[in-house]
Structures are given as C-alpha cells and as structure tokens.
C-alpha cells in the first residue's frame, strides 16, 4: 500500500492553518482589545505580552502558502484568483500592524496615539480580511477548465460578512483570555469581565454558523445530519456548551490559564468541523485533494523539506514560549 501524498499534506496544511489561527489569533486579538483601553501604562503591558513572539507566529501562514503552492498548484491558482482583493488587504495590514508595532514603543508622546490607532486598525483590517476569505471558501468557487471563473467581487456575500465579524469576536476571545494569563491587577480583572460577553457572543456565533452553513449548503447538510455521522458528530455541540460554561465559569474565579487553554479548545471544535465539512474537497464545493494534487515527484521530495522545517518551528517556538513565560507587569517588556 503505497503513501496517499495528497492526504499527508492536507494534514500538514490543516495543521499550519489552525497553528496560524491559534497563535496569531490571540495577537491580533490585542490589537482589536486595545482600543477599549484607555491607560498608556496597561496598552504598554498589553502590546509587551506578545513582543517576544509576535512575528514568529506569523510563520504559519508563509507555511501554509507555501505548502499549498507545492502541493496543490491548482488550488492555489483558483483561491488566489478567487481571493486576491482580501488578501491583498490582509498582507497590507499585517505589514502596516507590524510597523505600528515597533514605531509605538519609540514616537514620541505626541505620536503615540497615532500608531496606537495604526496597530488597532491593522489588527482589525487583518482579522475581517481573514474572515471574508473564510466565508468565501466555506460557500465554494466557481471553476471552468482548471480556472477560477467567478466574479471579482464574489467573495462579499451576507455569510462571508458574518464570518468576518464572527472571526473579530474569535480573536478578541482569544487576546482578552491571553490577557487573563499573562498579566494581573487591575487589567486582568478587566479582561476578565470583558471575556465573558465575548465568550457568549462565541457561543452565538458558533450556533448560527453551524445552522448557517448546511442550511446554505445541502452537500454539508447530507454529510452532517447522515448516518453513522450524525452519531459521530453528536458530541461535537455538547463539548462547544460545556466548553462555554468552562470558560465563563474559570473566568470567574481566579484562574490564570485555564480560560486561555479553553478558548482554544473551543477553536479548535469549530476547526475541525469545519475541516468535517469540506473534506476531501480543498477547492469547494467539488475539486477533491486528489484533483488538485501536483505530480508526486514533487509532492515527495517538497515533502522531505516540509518534514525537516516543521520540527524546527515547533522547537524554537516552544523554546520561545518558554523563556518568555510568565506574568509581564507594568513597565516591564521586551523591546
């Protein structure tokens, strides 16, 4: 039996993406806290929790491009013509985020509002740019011959909208409980109280886009709600309501991690329904891995390389990850 090529990247680049959403999910997710922050002091503390390892965790997406190029070209033609105008937006406002972010820490006082403001804005641009991508590949593209042949503006549509504001709510999540465990005092107990109307508008979220999407979709619909996968898909609700109360109830009391881990966990269900969803098809709603493979002269040897890198990312991040853990105080940092 030989190795199914095709399936082990769609693994390697489900695991790049949902790395990407993890840790940059949670830094973009202080970009979008911070303007409801008013102290320099505790913006300080909030940008200083992430300088370390900020732009490393952005790793993920060069990986992910990257991959797919090598693996699925014709996938990567098709969503990136599909997808250009948010993407384009997405890279411009994490290149000007990135700016902001260290033109913050050396202005002036007379300027600092200004790049406060730059790096919110970037943050949100990203994230939105992000979920109008997402919602355009849940509801599919239109192919003819091997090439993208919809419209240009087919990526705005009422979901792909939803998406773009559910996935501001999701990093917000994920930043103010990041919050929770890397600070203390007066701002912790603030993100707590701001994290728990943030985790029910998850939850929210989470609900109509699971009613959303088979509703617009009879192909997920039939996956869903068949048999044997509505027994094995059962518990996948139950643990979004479980995890929820979780979350809302370490928030709580004082807890430090335990929210963060949660959050993440509740991520990582929504995750991979989504991947339930749409698998094997990687350019919905019909072209399979299969179809969209490279040759597999190439998928093996760009596979060698993918198997070297990976294990030194994951070392140096969580190398970094450890030295600088802990609490980070007022007037402490790292730049």
């Not at 098709?78 to 993407?87: E, T």
Request: with cysteine; aromatic share 16%.
């Amino acid at each position: 039996m030989g190795i199914d090529l095709p399936v082990i990247w769609a693994i390697i680049i489900g695991f790049g993406l949902m790395m990407y959403v993890i840790m940059d999910g949670f830094d973009l997710g202080i970009g979008i806290l911070l303007p409801f922050v008013r102290e320099r002091d505790d913006r300080d503390t909030m940008v200083n929790t992430v300088a370390p390892v900020w732009d490393g965790n952005e790793t993920w997406l060069v990986l992910g491009g990257a991959a797919l190029l090598a693996a699925f070209p014709l996938a990567y033609s098709v969503i990136l013509s599909a997808l250009y105008p948010p993407i384009v937006l997405m890279l411009g406002a994490l290149i000007w985020r990135g700016v902001a972010f260290e033109f913050r820490f050396k202005a002036d006082e007379a300027h600092q509002p200004f790049w406060d403001k730059a790096f919110a804005w970037g943050s949100y641009v990203a994230t939105i740019s992000q979920g109008f991508a997402l919602g355009a590949f849940i509801g599919g593209f239109k192919v003819t011959d091997g090439a993208y042949s919809g419209g240009g503006l087919d990526w705005v549509t009422p979901f792909s909208i939803f998406t773009g504001f559910g996935l501001v709510i999701a990093y917000a999540l994920l930043g103010s409980t990041w919050l929770v465990m890397k600070t203390e005092g007066a701002l912790q107990e603030r993100m707590k109280l701001l994290a728990q109307p943030v985790t029910i508008a998850m939850l929210a979220i989470i609900v109509i886009v699971s009613l959303w999407t088979p509703w617009a979709h009879p192909v997920v619909a039939g996956r869903w709600f068949s048999f044997p996968n509505l027994v094995f898909f059962a518990p996948v609700p139950i643990l979004v309501l479980l995890c929820t109360w979780a979350i809302v109830s370490t928030l709580r009391r004082d807890s430090h991690a335990a929210p963060f881990l949660l959050a993440l966990f509740l991520l990582f269900l929504g995750y991979s329904g989504l991947a339930i969803s749409l698998w094997p098809n990687i350019i919905p709603p019909s072209i399979s891995i299969w179809d969209a493979a490279g040759p597999p002269q190439s998928m093996g040897f760009t596979l060698v390389g993918a198997l070297v890198i990976i294990p030194f990312i994951l070392g140096y991040t969580a190398w970094s990850y450890y030295v600088f853990r802990g609490k980070v105080r007022t007037g402490e940092g790292y730049h």
